[in-house]
């Protein structure tokens, strides 16, 4: 890494600051939400990553997991493709290069803390929030453990406790949030030896990529994957082969995941405005056509009943 | 065989325009299934 | 209908009482298994399927099932359909009895039910679609307390307190609806947000409202069924008004089912023609959609309406069964089946057999509570004290 400790601290700095003055939002139909300014992204260059495990070494270590079931030094575990669990919030996988068989590419899988998360979207107690640093962090503490953050995220991270009884949580990155507040680089950025990971402010990130891109355009996909995914994302991925053949899908589209639902959540006022209007209407003319069936009836019993009496009155007049 | 579409604008005007072909035929088929469901009963 | 003769009645219910008990041992062993062990000791979820059969068919399809009580006491009471007056009080029974089973079956399948509470009083997540089914689920099973109340009322002879919520009846019927309106719907909008997990097919920017009016489809369709079955178990309880009424009540219900179905039917192509996925129904998957669309919506459809054109009470009885088996289709197609559909098979969901057995044990419990609701309160019959209160 080659930024200074001091420059970061005056990001971090310069994050809470500017999120304080931070553009007023409004619910403007056509006003665009562009996230907390100056929020922090990962970049990951996947034609730097040779497939070390260091990241996930570092991420173990600074995460207090448990240990693995093989060492982070065996290498052949790249060979299976592996996700992220309870025990391992990043995976690195190895996939064939089809542009150039013989030179596997390593993508580096994690949380790819979205601007507009689809687990925070979705949870019904607000256990997980996005961050001014950028990172999309969970509280255990009011979890009722529904899991619908993991049906939500399109990105198949959040990963849950299902063998704990009393105390199941939902596992995934932090993108180092405890650390990036004191000061510190993300464990698996701190750690990677061939600098395939780099943190700084989300803008300057994209803007690394872009000059990669132009520097050298024959090693690059001209495209950075989660610049506009789902929104954006907090993690940003530049490849030399398709994103398609790093497991990656391409098929997510840029919208943001609260935005798929907000109009259904938006037809709510409408049902509890409208609906009783429509159905008290409906009672008050099947009550009308009942009382008009009534009186009708009424009516006609009285003419029977009159037309009876005066049928069985005549003979009385006659004799 | 399907067609390709490069614009939301050439998308929507190829679905909406089978979509309004099919309104009208949902409309007399509902009718007619009416005429249908309704046809035995007394009044 | 041929009715049972007492010596066959008991004899059935004895069989009925032996399978309830081994059922019931079972279900609380694995009650304790789960609670024990966590989800993973007695079910299939994975990080990949977080949601299996307790949320595709105790709650998806508990909740559709159950709507027999808003669709019926709408019909008779918002609509003035008062010749299905005797078919109100099962249905609410039912309605109230699915929606508290519904949150009997949560409990089981959240991590920490315990903190079921706390979307409402701790922190409250209005963003997510599941907050507003919480939400309305929570308040529905309340109203449908309050609208089944009289009936224990009348059994126990709090006869103020029982023409009191009579009084309601109105204002709960048009609670019911709105929020059934908005649960029912909102069950399908929990989908909404993954349009790259959920094929295209079941994928649609109107699966609320197709859940919304498959749910009118199961609670016609569920009356007609649980309406056979009464009369097949419960005919000594039913009074001359509910025997006389009911083949009216088939022949009606039949006939608004049909059409709710062709309506379902039209949008369902609608729906096809306005995303452009025409080529997805010559894949597998699109065979499948077929399978469910032509078999059981267009048929159930159909079969219903020749039913009603014949006045043949046998087909339409036959045909709720289709139409509810397809109702049970379409969320297990939209939960489980068509969901992940991208991941390789290694990767899918198949329910573990105990998860299966709670399921099973949940609507044990149920029919128990039926059975013991309808044998003691006026539900098939109205009580002497309170005729043509209404």
């Known amino acids: 890494m080659s930024i200074s400790r001091r420059k970061f601290l005056g990001w971090v700095g310069a994050a809470g600051l500017s999120t304080t003055i931070g553009k007023s939002a409004s619910a403007a139909t056509n006003k665009h939400f562009a996230g907390y300014p100056d929020s922090f992204a990962i970049l990951h260059d996947t034609t730097l990553c040779v497939g070390c495990r260091s990241c996930e070494a570092a991420c173990n270590k600074v995460n207090d997991l448990p240990p693995p079931d093989r060492p982070f030094t065996d290498l052949s575990v790249l060979e299976t493709r592996r996700r992220t669990t309870t025990k391992a919030f990043t995976v690195v996988n190895k996939y064939d290069n089809p542009k150039k068989s013989g030179h596997p590419v390593f993508y580096k899988k994690q949380c790819n803390h979205c601007l507009e998360p689809a687990c925070a979207s979705a949870c019904f107690v607000r256990a997980f929030k996005k961050t001014k640093t950028g990172a999309v962090v969970y509280d255990p503490s009011v979890c009722v453990g529904c899991r619908y953050c993991m049906i939500a995220c399109p990105f198949e991270i959040p990963t849950y406790e299902y063998d704990q009884a009393l105390t199941p949580r939902i596992r995934k990155c932090t993108m180092c949030h405890p650390r990036v507040i004191e000061g510190q680089l993300p464990g698996c950025v701190e750690a990677c030896p061939m600098e395939a990971l780099s943190f700084g402010k989300r803008e300057d990130m994209i803007k690394i990529a872009r000059e990669r891109f132009r520097k050298y355009p024959d090693r690059y996909v001209n495209h950075i994957y989660g610049e506009n995914e789902m929104g954006g994302t907090s993690w940003l991925y530049v490849s030399g082969a398709p994103f398609k053949a790093l497991g990656m899908r391409e098929d997510l589209g840029i919208k943001p995941a609260p935005e798929l639902t907000a109009g259904a959540l938006s037809s709510v006022p409408i049902i509890v405005g409208l609906w009783p209007v429509l159905l008290a209407g409906i009672y008050a003319v099947s009550k009308r056509k009942e009382k008009f069936a009534q009186t009708d009836q009424e009516e006609a019993v009285a003419s029977a009943l009159d037309k009876d009496r005066s049928e069985q009155s005549q003979p009385e007049e006659e004799s | 065989m399907d067609p390709i579409f490069y614009t939301l604008q050439d998308f929507m005007t190829y679905t909406e325009g089978v979509t309004y072909l099919l309104v009208i035929a949902t409309l007399a088929g509902m009718t007619v299934f009416w005429w249908f469901l309704t046809g035995k009963d007394k009044d | ?390």
């Not at chain 3, 279900?27 to 079910?43: E, M, S």
């Not at chain 3, 009606?252 to 995303?275: H, P, Q």
């Not at chain 3, 129904?281 to 959609?289: A, H, P, R, S, V």
């Not at chain 3, 059981?296 to 009470?313: C, D």
Request: glycine letters at 8%; proline letters at 3%.
């Open chain 3, 1 to 390: 209908m041929a009715h049972v003769t007492t010596g066959e009645r008991k004899s059935i219910f004895s069989l009925f009482n032996f399978i309830a008990l081994i059922v019931l041992g079972v279900g609380i062993y694995l009650t304790y298994l789960r609670f024990a062990g966590g989800l993973g000791a007695v079910t299939n979820l994975s990080d990949y399927n977080p949601w299996g059969i307790w949320i595709s068919f105790d709650l998806l399809c508990g909740v559709a099932l159950a709507a027999g009580g808003y669709v019926t006491s709408s019909a008779v009471y918002l609509f003035g359909m008062k010749k299905y007056h005797s078919a109100v009080r099962p249905a609410i029974l039912t309605g109230f009895l699915g929606y508290a089973l519904v949150f009997l079956a949560i409990n089981y399948d959240v991590g920490r039910p315990w903190r079921l509470p706390y979307p409402l009083v701790v922190q409250q997540g209005t963003t997510s679609v599941l907050f507003e089914v919480g939400l309305c689920v929570a308040t529905y099973l309340t109203v449908l307390f309050i609208e089944f109340s009289p009936a224990a009322m009348e059994w126990l002879g709090l006869k103020r307190a029982r023409n009191l919520v009579v009084k309601l009846t109105i204002l709960l019927t048009i609670f019911g609806v709105v929020l059934s309106t908005m649960h029912q719907s909102s069950l399908g909008a929990l989908f909404l947000i993954v349009p790259s997990k959920l094929h295209p097919l079941w994928y649609s920017s109107y699966i609320p409202i197709y859940f919304f009016v498959t749910s009118i489809v199961a609670g016609l369709s569920m009356v007609i069924f649980e309406s056979t079955l009464s009369h097949r178990f419960f005919a000594h309880k039913m009074d001359e008004t509910h025997l006389k009424e009911a083949n009216g009540v088939t022949l009606g219900f039949g006939k608004a089912a049909s059409y709710v179905l062709a309506g379902y039917f039209a949008i369902k192509v609608l729906g096809i023609s306005s995303g452009n996925l025409w080529h997805y129904l010559k894949t597998g998957y699109g065979t499948w959609y077929l399978v469910e669309l032509l078999g059981f919506v267009a048929l159930p459809s159909l079969l219903y309406a020749i039913g009603v054109r014949v006045k043949s009470l046998t087909l339409i009885k036959w045909t709720s069964v289709l139409a509810v088996l397809g109702v049970i289709l379409n969320r297990f197609n939209v939960c489980l089946i068509a969901f992940n559909w991208h991941l390789p098979a290694s990767e899918r969901y198949f329910p573990h057999w105990m998860e299966i057995g709670i399921s099973v044990f949940i609507v044990m419990i149920g029919l128990i509570l039926y059975r013991f609701i309808v044998t003691r309160m006026p539900i098939l019959y109205e009580h002497s004290d309170y005729k043509d209160a209404h």
